[in-house]
């Protein structure tokens, strides 16, 4: 395997810079962008999805606020200053949210109260815009849809019974003389049929977003998934190392990468064919995944070619690791009579490399240097 041929796109590994946020090492790289990489793994990291939410909200506050001035220029009678007043308590309790997430503190009830707090100045924005005849009522669906596919199905569901009651709400507060509405006093029938119109497109987006979340989640999944072994593929890799270095170089802590390659492969499709060397690989996934500890990432890197990411570990744990990983796969991985032996390199950070691309290179050397003593081994970078 010559790394120097990998496509730059699979192996985008850049030096680490170093970021001082107490907290950094609970979210991924991918969780400190807007991207979708990160709202679709939200749900198994909550401190990711409410940095989503509390982030969204520094664009949807002044946006609300903006939409108000605007009304007010129109004509509508809305109290610009409530209005403005809401949307500095959400920014400002945005701010400490952020800082309380960066200094490791999050909670259940976070998210639940900044979703009623932005709540809460929808409704105020809504009651003063026309009530149910307001063109603003399917802001209400935004909020919906963002806890949605952040959270899941439970939130999306839960989302929508509050913006239902916050509507409700809406109506309790025009009947106290709170609010305008913008052409007279409409009909009881008519409230009516714009509130369980409104409703039933909560619950629609609710169970829209809830689908949309598993089903593009199963894809992002199935996208970082090698579909022979089960195991990591190189794009997953490549997140995982550039993370675990990242995070090592914040800490000064040891980032360990093994580099393994199956013996004789080419002898195993030759003597038994195409479908028995694939049948190999998945022993020897197998046979990893039950050799490696939980904190591991396995992945395949081609053809015949595993990596292992072996985060807060040293030379020595590393080197002990694998010769066990090489021993279980020479024990117990049998195929047809042809026992699989592997040829590891191993490479520390920061004493090897420091960037995951040196790393990977420095591993892969010294996984070549075993080649060519016969296989069987494992060599330190």
């Not at 400490?96 to 932005?118: I, S």
């Not at 004789?264 to 039950?290: C, P, Q, S, W, Y």
Request: charged fraction near 20%.
């Amino acid at each position: 395997m010559d790394t120097s041929e990998l496509n730059p796109l699979e192996l985008r590994m850049t030096k680490p810079a170093r970021e001082t946020s107490p907290a950094a090492d609970q979210d991924t790289p991918a969780s400190t962008r807007f991207s979708l990489d990160a709202w679709f793994a939200a749900p198994e990291n909550p401190i990711v999805a409410h940095r989503a939410v509390l982030r969204l909200t520094y664009v949807i506050a002044p946006a609300v606020v903006l939409m108000s001035a605007v009304a007010r220029l129109l004509g509508v009678a809305i109290p610009l200053w409530l209005i403005t007043f809401q949307g500095l308590v959400m920014l400002g309790a945005t701010w400490r949210q952020e800082r309380l997430l960066g200094l490791g503190v999050f909670t259940p009830w976070m998210p639940a109260a900044h979703l009623n707090l932005g709540l809460l100045m929808l409704t105020v924005w809504v009651a003063f815009s026309g009530g149910v005849q307001s063109p603003f009522v399917w802001v209400y669906a935004i909020a919906i849809a963002v806890y949605g596919i952040l959270w899941g199905n439970r939130w999306a569901l839960a989302t929508a019974t509050l913006c239902s009651l916050f509507l409700v709400g809406v109506l309790g507060l025009m009947q106290m003389g709170v609010g305008i509405a913008l052409i007279g006093e409409p009909s009881p029938l008519l409230i009516r049929v714009y509130l369980v119109s409104y409703i039933g497109m909560f619950y629609l987006v609710a169970v829209v977003a809830g689908v949309l979340r598993r089903q593009a989640g199963e894809i992002f999944r199935l996208a970082q998934t090698d579909p022979l072994t089960g195991l990591a593929n190189r794009r997953a890799l490549r997140q995982a190392l550039d993370r675990e270095v990242a995070r090592a170089a914040r800490y000064g802590n040891p980032c360990a990468v093994l580099v393994l390659e199956i013996d004789r492969f080419k002898t195993i499709n030759d003597r038994f064919g195409h479908l028995a060397g694939d049948e190999a690989l998945r022993r020897v996934a197998a046979t990893l995944g039950a050799s490696c500890r939980a904190s591991d990432l396995l992945a395949r890197f081609g053809g015949d070619e595993f990596v292992v990411v072996m985060p807060y570990t040293s030379l020595d744990e590393g080197r002990r690791v694998g010769d066990r990983i090489r021993r279980d796969i020479e024990e117990f991985t049998l195929l047809r009579g042809f026992h699989l032996t592997l040829s590891a390199g191993l490479a520390v950070y920061p004493d090897d490399g420091e960037t995951s691309r040196d790393l990977i290179e420095a591993a892969d050397h010294a996984m070549y240097r075993v080649k060519q003593r016969g296989g069987n081994g494992i060599e330190v970078a």
